[in-house]
Every structure is written in structure tokens, then in C-alpha cells.
């Protein structure tokens, strides 16, 4: 049972848009920030997004993050065939004094 | 050049040792906290220990605390893991990675390795 809650599965048809929820506390999301990750299993996690809204050079305007809060969501628009991966939330948990990924969501683009 | 490579995986018996080893390349690695992270087949991302730049500071995931100890050689630009008294549910891909931000509540993990496999098996 993960600290940050995601849902297991989204899905889209290409070219529309999908929001993946990241729901914590206040020990971990409410006061501290939040980055997105994309995993495809056997290849390295890639940065998406940090701070909750920034990202790193070379990840398209497609991908956006937001928080309120005590949650967090991911945006992508535009949904490509290679977007296909699982995405994980994560932060730092002030009472776990622990890094704590979400469950991972894994986006199906059909 | 692949900044982060990771080596030292293999299979092992339950009670065993590994000692995973990190070889960073292209960047200042001593400017740099380092975390590992496991995939576990059929599993999400688990986050495993996170080292200071200078090596002062560690935190451990409550399930290898005690087991693992994470340690660097900056003069090596290489990361440790040691993993002792390994289990089967230890059995993952684990991946070394830098980790930015000025404190716990700024981090984020930013280069990753390709990952090295663990298996825990008799």
C-alpha cells in the first residue's frame, strides 16, 4: 500500500488529453514538492516533471504538473502511441523521513 | 557516454551478499546527492536510500534498513550499495540516480542509470 495513491490505469485515444491523479498528506504532498516520472520496465525512469510544474530541458510542452494541496495531477496532451509507459508520482515524506513513490499509473494510449 | 552505469548484479541465495557499484561519468558526481531505486517484477517503483554529495547523511526505506548500507568513494565517482541478509522480495532491477534540489523537500531524481538485476533465489 503506497503513502501516495494513483490510479492503476488511465487510457486515451491518440491525440486527446489524460490527467493522472497523485493523492498524499501533509506529511509528504501538502508540504513539500512533488515530480512525475515515467518508467517503462527494463529501461531507466525518466524525469518529467519537478517542483510540481517545472520541466527539465527536452520533455515537450505536452506534459504539465500541478498541485493543490494535499494532491497532484499530471496532464498530457496529445497522447502519442509512445507515450504508452507507466507514470509514478513522488516527493519527500516528512514523517517517514523517506522518499515515497505513488502505486504508478500505467497509461494505455488506444 | 552514459553518465550513469550500474553493475554488480546477479543471482544469489537467500542470506547472501551483493555489492552494487554506480559509475558516474560527465559531471561533477561529488556535487551530487545519489539515490537507488527498485523495480520488483510485476511491482512499481520502490524507493530504496539516498546518500549526501559528501557522504554525511543517509536514509534508508524501512524494508533494507539494516540490511543495505548506500556509501560513495567521490575520488572513484562511483556509488555503492552492499546488500546483506537479502531476501527474495529484494528481487528487482535496481537503479542509481543523481538527486537535485537544496533539501528533502526540493529533491528530485533527474539521471538515472540503465539499471543492474538482482535475483534472490535458491
Known sequence: QSV????????????????????????????????WYRHLPGTAPKLLIYENNKRPSGIPDRFSGSKSDTSATLGITGLQTGDEADYYCGTWDNSLSAWVFGGGTKLTVL | QVPLVESGGGVVQPGGSLRLSCAASGFTFRNYGMQWVRHAPGKGLEWVAIIWHDGSNQYYADSVRGRFTISRDNSKNTLYLQMDNLRAEDTAVYYCATVRGSSWSLWYFDVWGRGTPVTVSS
Open chain 1, 4 to 35: 501516495l495513491t494513483q490510479p492503476p490505469s488511465v487510457s486515451a485515444a491518440p491525440g486527446q488529453k489524460v490527467t493522472i491523479s497523485c493523492s498524499g498528506s501533509s506529511s509528504n504532498i501538502g508540504n513539500n514538492y512533488l515530480s
